[in-house]
């Protein structure tokens, strides 16, 4: 069963690679979706998938990668829209 989640993250996370490390992870998985930047400093990613997988994504997503600092995530369910493929949107 695919289940969507719509997730904010804020802390330092923008300039330190957080979108791109984020969609390699997603691949790896086997995720879809997409990640993008907010003007107001959070980085904003709805994530499709395996409830499991989707599980070890929002973990990275607590760390993010090595030069990020991660203060809260904000994670709300969707309806999964059977979204094909993950993309960082600029």
Known sequence: ????YHVY???RVQGVFFRNT???????LGINGWVKNLDDGRVEAVFEGDEEK????LDF??????LARVDDVEVSSEEPENIDG???IR
């Open 1 to 4: 069963m695919v289940n969507r």
């Open 9 to 11: 993250i804020s802390g």
């Open 22 to 28: 984020t969609k390699k992870k997603a691949k790896e």
């Open 54 to 57: 989707l599980n070890e994504m």
């Open 61 to 66: 997503c607590e760390e993010g990668p090595r």
């Open 86 to 88: 993950f993309e960082v």
